[in-house]
């Protein structure tokens, strides 16, 4: 199986231009979106301030998953992504059910994102029929993905640069009214002490804090990037992250043990 992997990458071999800052934004702004943006609000309101341990645990248990994605993708340059190392190590089967899976998953996650900018659209002319933004939307889409993979991880840089300014701003936002005092038009005062009032950290008990998950979890959607973005790396053994130092240490000279 490792050999047949071998033979059509260099028979069907992309182009690796994308270097370590392209695959680095990548990634972030694929955890940026409108898992964020939109459903946190859901989610707080589920959860309450816990919302905020759902993200550290999500983020915790992604972290260790994409660490051994790194290492399994590093284990053979020849492996385009994930797919290919699940077909490989765990036969045929797997890398179809996974190839499949993930792409339906898109499929399912694209629509939503469509929606969701259907959505936003209606806050800012009220009078634009949805399938509007929606045709553009995926038009833009789509064209985004017919250029070249250097094209196309420049313009991905810059907007996921967008949302890090966004997500920055939003932070930067909340601190001054927080310091301000600011008073919602209901008569609410923005205040660290709402962290701890109202029935403290879990306001809904443990219910709402397990339904904040299913929300949560759908915002880390797009950090899997990374084992897309495999074979179209410059330099894969510096951009993907997952190999320790030893590893890589031994791989490159002979005075390390094995």
Same mark, same amino acid.
């Given at each position: ?33 409108? !898992?964020? &943006?939109? /459903? ?10 816990? *919302?905020?341990? @759902?993200?550290? #645990? ?36 797997? !890398?179809? &059910?996974? /190839? ?10 694209? *629509?939503?994102? @469509?929606?969701? #900018? ?38 991905? &840089? ?12 939003? *932070? ?87």
């Amino acid at each position: 199986m490792n050999q047949d992997i071998t033979k059509d990458a260099q028979e069907h071999h992309l182009q690796r231009n994308l270097t370590n800052r392209h695959i680095q934004l990548i990634a972030i702004g694929g955890a940026i979106g409108t !898992g964020l &943006f939109m /459903g946190s609000g859901k989610t707080i309101s589920l959860a309450g301030p816990s *919302i905020i341990f @759902v993200y550290m #645990i999500i983020g915790f248990m992604l972290f260790f998953v994409m660490r051994a994605m790194g290492e399994l993708l590093l284990s053979n340059l020849n492996y385009k992504s994930f797919i290919d190392f699940s077909a490989d190590l765990l036969g045929p089967w797997a !890398g179809y &059910f996974t /190839g499949w899976t993930y792409w339906f998953c898109w499929v399912i996650t694209g *629509i939503a994102d @469509v929606i969701a #900018i259907a959505s936003y659209s209606q806050f800012w002319f009220p009078d634009l029929p949805q399938w509007i933004p929606a045709i553009l939307c995926v038009g833009v889409l789509l064209s985004l993905n017919l250029i070249t993979v250097k094209l196309f991880g420049e313009i991905e &840089f810059w907007f996921a640069m967008i949302k890090i300014v966004a997500i920055l701003g939003l *932070i930067g936002t909340g601190l001054y009214m927080v310091v301000s005092g600011f008073q919602s038009p209901n008569g609410d005062t923005a205040s660290l002490g709402n962290l701890w009032n109202d029935q403290g950290m879990f306001p809904h008990g443990l219910m709402g804090f397990f339904a904040g998950f299913q929300i949560a979890v759908f915002a880390f959607v797009g950090i899997e990037l990374v084992g897309t973005t495999a074979a179209e790396a410059k330099d894969p053994e510096r951009t993907l992250p997952g190999r320790s130092t030893r590893s890589r240490c031994a791989s490159s000279c002979s005075t390390c043990s094995p």
